[in-house]
């Protein structure tokens, strides 16, 4: 009767979604298997760009997803993320490594403390339970063991609020990787070096007896674990947990009065959180193939961080997003400006476009900016100093014309850093609820009513 | 028919260092009566419903609901030597459940500014106070396995709003009600969680006069309708007088008086505490 109408069409799109995604990829990959790789453009082959972004991005969204759980849905503000990816990676990594390479990777230890490894308890890795079961389960463990420290140390942390449950979380994740870079306990994390010859995303490519590939599924099944997991997330979000939790977020004392227990319900919201961490370093540590400790730093916290600012506090379908344009600008589309790059030819087609960017791009920006001012009635030195940097970026831009060879200018190693944090900055400050607000896609499709941002204007 | 007793302050006192915020306070609430708590500003009452929630612990005193002691507290450690009120060494146990416990024993609270959900909707808001008294764990209801449970949440939820006259604006945004309504909403709110006492900490406050009768009827219908008793903080006296059983009245942390309306309202005291004393009787 009241089960409500909207709710029950997003999830009927969002599984439509998911479906068509998982297809998508699925044929994506394939395509150069199926036609052959001399009939598909160079983009569609398997060492593409392409997939390591759809890859890495597939793992980022489950963590990003999960970071947006707890500091989007729960309001508690914490930066351990990587600290749990890294107990998920070392987990997954420990129990994985085949019996038969534990003496060369733990050479310099002489062999390892654990003297099992899940794939081969099933039947190796070269079987299909073997692989399947092994790798699953070990995935569920390293959520398990995250889960598990979020626990312990949710117990002194989770009576902190906002800053201070951001500092405590990130020492957290400092601790936790120093450990596991500690010699003492080389047998079982390989001290400071890489744990490597775990079984990784390429495994689950199906081969013939020569080895040749009939089907790639690569990139299908980190797809396909982030997509199951973030559909747990988004049940629970929307079960009355959830709603809990979101209590929590708009006013905890409210939220105690109406009886929700404020350290229970934190403390839980944690541990998931946390378990899907894990669980994204773990295909975090199959996607490159290793685990090190050194590689789960602070930086990887305010990557996450980052995309879910970009996306949307508050929004998964907004986290996805963001994780994917994220990772796609920072290891594809924006390399370009790290090489030096220089157009010989007047008519060259790039030295054209470029111009014609730049143009625009100037005469964009000014126009806004003196839009802006005219509006707020602001002081007229404001207006006089962007008509004259826009002018002086317009004679740059001639002299661009006029030359006969064009070396893009800035463009070196390291300018892409600087372009990717200026398109951040650009939009905390004027997209400051991100791509989606607390929007998610399902509410594009079928109107919902007017948000409180909405009703605030 | 005696009436049962549902509320009882024995000799509570919360002390913030060297403040005395309410001092050795005793009332009572018993079986479907609307008790009144006044005072001028800053007379403590607020911080008394805040002992009786859970919000602080009491330095001394009990709080008793249903004739179980529900909060007790005696002053411990550094208070022993800088406890300045009454009757310390009666009490001995230390009870002290959060606010969450209490609400799920039966006592609802709002406000004095109000606290809703606001970026939720309505619905959401009522829905949130079923959470506790639902029986389903954070696996069941994730997986959807007791879909009855949800069913009879929302029924019960929306059964509310209908009674309470919000059904139509079941899918705004809370924040963006007018005030009068997030007011109703939060007594809907509170009403949701069942309890058998409601605490309404200045339910008038911003009101107009107009407002403020509607709000007077909606109390009495509340009470009859749900079987509630009610505790109130409020500053309206039209209102207070009108719809009172009891009155207590604080000044500076001390209970001053307390009766009927119109026993507390002829008390030397109260006039004293409210109006300053009179310097000279002309006027």
């Known amino acids: 009767m009241i089960q409500d109408r909207k709710s029950r069409k997003g999830a009927v799109a969002g599984v439509v979604f998911a479906l068509a995604v998982l297809l998508l990829v699925v044929v994506l990959e394939n395509l150069s298997t199926f036609l052959g790789t001399g009939a598909v453009p160079s983009v569609l082959l398997p060492t593409s760009q392409l997939f390591q972004v759809l890859k890495k991005a597939a793992v980022y969204s489950l963590v990003a997803v999960s970071m947006n759980l707890l500091n989007g849905f729960t309001g508690l503000f914490s930066l351990g993320q990587a600290g749990f990816m890294l107990l998920g990676a070392y987990t997954y990594a420990i129990l994985t490594v085949p019996v038969s390479a534990k003496d060369t990777v733990y050479y310099l230890y002489g062999g390892s403390a654990v003297n099992f490894s899940l794939p081969d308890l099933f039947g190796g890795l070269d079987t299909p339970t073997g692989l399947i079961l092994g790798v699953v389960l070990a995935i569920l463990l390293g959520g398990c063991v995250a889960a598990f420290f979020a626990f312990l140390i949710g117990l002194p942390v989770l009576r902190l609020k906002s800053d201070y449950l951001a500092i405590a979380t990130l020492g957290f994740a400092e601790i936790i990787r120093a450990v596991f870079q500690w010699q003492a306990l080389g047998p079982v994390t390989n001290g400071a070096n890489m744990i490597t010859q775990i079984p990784s995303f390429n495994n689950f490519n199906l081969t013939d007896a020569n080895g040749t590939v009939i089907l790639r599924l690569s990139t299908f099944f980190p797809f396909l674990i982030a997509i199951l997991c973030i559909a747990v997330i988004v049940m629970l979000i929307n079960s009355s947990y959830g709603r809990a939790f979101k209590a929590i977020r708009e006013d905890e004392i409210a939220a105690e009065a109406m009886g929700i227990n404020l350290a229970k319900h934190k403390m839980l919201s944690f541990c998931i959180s946390s378990f899907f961490a894990g669980v994204g370093g773990a295909l975090f540590a199959m996607f490159v193939n290793n685990a090190q400790a050194k590689v789960y730093t602070s930086t990887m916290t305010y990557e996450i961080l980052l995309i879910v600012v970009i996306g949307g506090i508050g929004s998964i379908s907004g986290s996805c997003l963001a994780t994917f344009l994220y990772v796609a600008c920072s290891e594809w589309w924006l390399r370009f400006l790290d090489n030096t790059q220089a157009f010989s030819s007047p008519t060259d087609m790039s030295r054209i476009l470029f111009i014609v960017l730049f143009a625009a791009a100037v005469v964009g920006v000014s126009a806004m900016l003196i839009r802006r001012r005219r509006k707020t009635g602001d002081a007229f030195w404001k207006e006089l100093i962007v008509w004259i940097v826009g002018l002086l970026l317009m004679v740059w831009w001639v002299w661009f014309i006029i030359s006969g060879s064009l070396t893009i200018p800035f463009a070196r190693n390291g300018f892409r850093m600087v372009v990717f944090s200026i398109i951040i900055m650009i939009v905390v400050l004027f997209f400051r609820r991100g791509m989606m607000g607390d929007k998610e896609f399902t509410d594009l499709l079928f109107r919902r009513k007017k948000t409180s941002e909405e009703v605030a204007k | ?283």
Do not use: W
């Not at chain 2, 009786?52 to 005696?74: A, D």
């Not at chain 2, 829905?127 to 929302?154: C, D, G, P, W, Y």
């Not at chain 2, 709003?161 to 705004?172: I, N, P, R, T, V």
């Open chain 2, 1 to 283: 028919m005696s009436k049962e007793n549902i509320l009882r302050l024995e000799h509570v006192t919360m002390q913030f260092g060297g403040v005395v915020a309410v001092n050795d306070l005793s009332l009572e609430v018993n079986q479907g009566e609307i008790v009144a708590l006044i005072g001028p500003n800053g007379a403590g009452k607020t911080t008394a419903f805040n002992c009786i929630t859970g919000v602080y612990e009491p330095t001394n005193g009990r709080v008793s609901f249903l004739g179980q002691p529900m909060v007790e507290n005696h002053p411990q450690g550094k208070m022993v030597k800088e406890y300045q009120g009454e009757n310390q060494g009666m009490f001995t146990q230390v009870l002290s459940p959060t606010p969450d416990k209490i609400t799920q024993l039966g006592i609802a609270r709002t406000f004095q500014n109000i606290r809703l959900f606001s970026a939720l909707s309505v619905f959401d808001n009522v829905l949130i106070a079923k959470h506790m008294r639902a029986r389903q764990n954070v696996f069941s209801a994730t997986f959807r396995l007791n879909r009855a449970e949800e069913k009879r949440m929302r029924q019960e939820a929306m059964a509310l709003l209908e009674e309470q006259g919000l059904a139509h604006l079941k899918d705004e945004v809370a924040g963006s009600l007018p005030y009068g309504i997030q007011r109703r909403l939060e007594i809907a709110r509170a009403l949701a969680t069942q309890p058998k006492l409601l605490l309404l900490d200045e339910p008038a406050a911003g009101m107009n006069p107009q407002e403020t009768q509607e709000l007077t009827e909606f109390i009495h219908k509340i009470r009859g309708e749900y079987g509630l008793s009610i505790l109130m903080i409020e500053h309206h006296m039209d209102l207070v007088m009108r719809i009172s059983d009891r009155i207590y009245v604080l000044d500076f942390g001390k209970l001053i008086a307390q009766g009927t309306p119109s026993e507390v309202q002829n008390n030397p005291r109260v006039i004293e505490a409210y109006l300053g004393v009179a310097d000279d009787a002309e006027d």
